[in-house]
């Protein structure tokens, strides 16, 4: 089988012609980058895939996690890449020079990270929990806590988790249990319990530095009495050396994929002697984790197209190798086999795949773009972008987790019994692919974001901008006949969208907040559909202007596969909206106005 796991050629066509992020370049902020800088980037992060984390995809996933002596132990491997990422400046490429950071743009450092997570994504949780919860403590923290923690953490020596999730509460934050009792020592004391921490504690770092909610003592109910904590594992003592901080591993869970990287549950403070470090203002923990949340929520989609990317180019390698039955047309059993990519219907999976994995990637370095423009353009331009990565991030979550299973099981079916060995990568990365949905806040949590906070809020105005980027790119493909049908079938999208939108906001100016949200997710699909859509019109009008142009014959059959891929998106999967529109807009809440006892038998 094939190596490949990524398209270099279609990452340069998003990166640069589609999405145009050398104009990153003429802002003051990023202005010592260039392509060039870009490139080099890019090439070296190819290049420790292939090397550094590519060979190990199959053993960290066999050699899973396991808690001896209370202790929590990895693949020896997890030591060397973290060393390998801090040296390199991975875990800090974002951020700012004075921290230690690269200054790069995010959808230059995405795009990375997505190449190392389609060779190993067990490993690529790591870094990238390491590089959100450092980039929390430069945004909030005190000058003493950027001056201890994160130096460190982006060396690669100390890994940084985010730790939300309690056994009781779920993905209902407002009902976390955790308890922080102050003290007149410049700490707090503090006790819980925290589940499904990923990388909550590992052999493979010195330490581990938590971002962790809690409710110091007295403070409101719900989530306006949240506050922000870092908790070390181990704490640093007056002569610098590090001691327990009574965070201990109750459990290291045993999971369907995702297995190179450990989840835990943790108890804190089973001893009263676990520190917490207040970061920023009481009560106001949840806005400033919010920040981390959502570039997480990114990082889910990124990973999750990543997957579904190394999972197409092992389905369409195997495609164009395996022979196997004759054309319909040719019977005779004398003639030799085809290869089954010869076959109508593997032809429509891999178009398939290849329709999710390239309109999902745009899309995340779409949102990148924005949140690239949104830091460091403080005008009226800035919070346009910042309002149109709002809306779109529960989109750039869920559409490639979701899909992005579809997708693989069509690779997996592609293979046919093959695919459901482990002699070949694809049932891992069915397995790892499942979680991508489920962390980070589910389908269901990223839909009541959308409509019932995204779309409602500031008077639509974020829909608004979104509908108008829309409409921009509808009217660049008006210019090409033989894209005009396909900006026509956007257009119409566009009207049921409005449509639907406004009959789920009159329910809600009503006061029928359940009967609102009902099918919120149904309305999640519809709207994650309509975007792709754009992303790959987006790609045409590109590869249209292209093929108008002089170009190698190389890249016109790149440019004719793009808009053939382009073209099956709106033949097969954009009218998928039609069904969920006649769903959304009619007055039957099934799932509303039932008792439990339909379930009876």
């Not at 403080?378 to 899909?403: N, W």
Request: net charge negative; charged share 20%; hydrophobic share 40%.
């Amino acid at each position: 089988m094939s190596e490949k796991f990524v398209s270099r050629r279609n990452l340069d066509f998003l990166l640069y012609e589609v999405h145009d992020v050398e104009r990153l370049s003429s802002l003051p902020y990023y202005e010592d980058h260039t392509r060039e800088t870009y490139e080099l980037v890019l090439n070296t992060a190819l290049k420790m895939s292939r090397d550094l984390m590519y060979p190990y995809l199959k053993e960290m996933d066999q050699d899973a996690p396991v808690l001896e002596d209370g202790a929590v132990k990895v693949h020896p491997m997890v030591r060397t890449m973290m060393k390998e990422w801090g040296e390199g400046g991975w875990i800090g490429a974002s951020m700012p020079y004075e921290v230690g950071g690269q200054q790069l743009p995010t959808t230059v450092t995405t795009a990375c990270n997505y190449v190392f997570a389609a060779a190993n994504f067990s490993s690529t949780g790591f870094p990238l929990l390491t590089a959100g919860a450092a980039h929390l403590v430069v945004s909030f923290g005190s000058n003493e806590m950027k001056e201890t923690y994160v130096p460190r953490m982006l060396a690669g020596e100390w890994q940084g988790t985010m730790a939300l999730t309690e056994p009781q509460a779920g993905s209902s934050l407002s009902d976390i249990g955790t308890q922080a009792e102050p003290t007149d020592k410049g700490y707090y004391r503090i006790r819980g319990q925290k589940i499904f921490i990923s990388a909550g504690d590992h052999d493979g770092a010195d330490n581990v530095i938590h971002m962790m909610i809690a409710r110091i003592k007295g403070a409101p109910p719900g989530v306006k009495g949240i506050s922000l904590f870092l908790v070390p594992k181990h704490r640093i003592t007056s002569d610098g050396a590090l001691e327990p901080n009574d965070v201990t591993v109750a459990t290291v869970y045993h999971k369907l994929g995702y297995r190179g990287c450990p989840i835990t549950q943790l108890s804190i403070g089973e001893n009263n002697d676990c520190r917490a470090y207040l970061i920023g203002e009481p009560n106001r923990g949840l806005s400033y984790m919010f920040q981390m949340m959502n570039e997480a929520r990114l990082g889910v989609g990124m990973q999750a197209t990543a997957i579904a990317t190394a999972a197409y180019y092992t389905a369409l390698e195997y495609a164009k190798e395996r022979p196997q039955g004759r054309n319909p047309s040719g019977k005779d059993a004398t003639l030799p086999q085809v290869p089954i990519i010869e076959h109508s219907d593997v032809r429509r999976m891999l178009l398939f795949q290849r329709a999710v994995v390239e309109g999902a990637l745009s899309l995340i370095l779409q949102c990148c773009l924005y949140a690239d423009l949104a830091h460091t353009q403080r005008s009226e331009q800035g919070q346009r972008h910042a309002l149109l990565l709002d809306i779109l991030t529960p989109v750039a979550k869920t559409y490639p987790s979701e899909m992005g299973i579809l997708s693989v099981s069509q690779g997996l079916q592609i293979l046919g019994g093959y695919g459901y060995c482990q002699e070949f990568p694809m049932e891992q990365y069915y397995r790892d692919i499942r979680i991508h949905a489920i962390h980070e806040g589910t389908t269901g949590i990223q839909a009541m974001d959308l409509l019932g906070r995204k779309v409602m809020s500031k008077d639509g105005l974020a829909l608004r901008l979104y509908l108008e980027e829309l409409q921009a790119t509808i009217k660049s493909a008006e210019q090409y006949s033989d894209l005009k049908p396909y900006s026509d079938r956007l257009s119409e999208a566009m009207d049921a969208l409005r449509k639907v939108t406004m009959q789920r906001v009159e329910i809600a100016m009503k006061g029928k907040v359940e009967a609102f949200l009902a099918d919120a997710t149904l309305f999640l699909e519809l709207f994650g559909i309509i975007t792709i859509a754009w992303q790959w019109l987006a790609q045409g009008v590109v590869a249209q202007k292209a093929l108008a142009s002089s170009c190698s014959e190389n890249d016109g059959e790149f440019y004719h596969g793009k808009i053939h891929t382009m073209k099956y998106f709106f033949h097969y999967e954009l009218p998928k909206i039609q069904g969920l529109a006649t769903r959304l807009i009619e007055d039957e809440f099934l799932t509303l106005h039932m008792t439990n006892s339909v379930f009876n038998d």
